[in-house]
């Protein structure tokens, strides 16, 4: 495999595949982007949170290289593109939160929208859904007006019904080890941002390479041409990747850039 020849972009997922377990970027990873952007490679992070999020765990030295695909893809920054933002329908966000209050009411319901995270229950998310700061906290009528970029439900336990309640009205998909489910706008998926992208960067999606682990990874590795699946990714991401490297605590980016940027042994399936 050649970097000049054969890849010409690298995505990147966050969580559980570019952050290792204490969220972190490590610095061989680190150096590993920075020499691949140096190489002539375009860069985007594409990941389901938010900017503040992001802007916590990346540097702003890897920021500055790259294009940014936040919360599934309802959000995105691009230097070519600008800013794109695509949130649910509002009248949709009113009847999915009107549902779950209903048929579910021991779940629990947030909803981001443009890097302001909300929530009409108080009660401690950071060991509910393993966040580091609780939401602002609104009436449910409030909640009900809020133009969502992604709505967020956890111990959601008939997702099924959801899905077919609100199927072609809404993009569902349930990740965490499908502790968390995750609602964004019918037509957003980190696969379309992504193929925007690289459309305004004249980069054929033939020539991307994607690292992932989780089922929001799973639609964007069908659309790349060298799926790259995580050591600790879901099976089913594993069995449509074009290879599996180390998990993200064996820094299994590092290991695939720095094969392609050096030359090292060819990469095998």
């Known amino acids: 495999m050649k970097l000049t020849n054969d890849v010409k972009a690298i995505v990147l997922d966050l969580d559980g595949t570019l952050l290792n377990s204490q969220k972190e970027v490590s610095e061989r990873s680190k150096r590993a982007i920075l020499t691949a952007h140096e190489r002539g490679l375009a860069i985007i992070f594409a990941t389901a949170r938010p900017p503040r999020s992001v802007n916590d765990f990346l540097c702003r030295e890897l920021q500055e290289i790259a294009s940014v695909v936040y919360y ?56 509910v859904m393993k966040v580091t700061t609780n939401p602002t906290v609104v009436t449910i009528d409030e909640l009900r007006k809020i133009q969502a970029s992604k709505i967020l439900i956890s111990q959601c336990y008939d997702y099924k019904s959801l899905q077919e309640l609100f199927e072609g009205k809404v993009n569902i998909i349930r990740t ?8 964004m706008d019918k037509d957003v998926s980190k696969e379309r941002a992504v193929i925007d992208i690289c459309t305004a960067k004249r980069i054929p999606m033939d020539y991307v390479m994607s690292f992932g682990d989780d089922w929001n990874d799973f639609n964007l590795f069908r659309e790349s041409g060298l799926p790259v699946a995580m050591g600790n990714a879901i099976p089913e991401l594993k069995e449509i990747a074009f290879f599996v490297t180390g998990n993200n605590d064996e820094e299994g980016v590092a290991q695939v850039l720095e094969q392609i940027i050096f030359g090292t042994n060819p990469i095998k399936n």
């Open 176 to 183: 965490d080890s499908g502790s968390l489910i995750q609602i």
């Open 72 to 127: 599934n893809g309802a959000l995105s920054v691009d230097n070519q593109l600008g800013r794109k933002h695509y949130p649910i329908e509002q009248m949709l966000t009113e009847e999915i939160l009107n549902y779950i209050h209903t048929n579910q009411p021991d779940a629990y319901i947030s909803i981001e929208s443009e890097d302001i995270w909300y929530s009409s229950q108080t009660l401690d998310y950071k060991q």
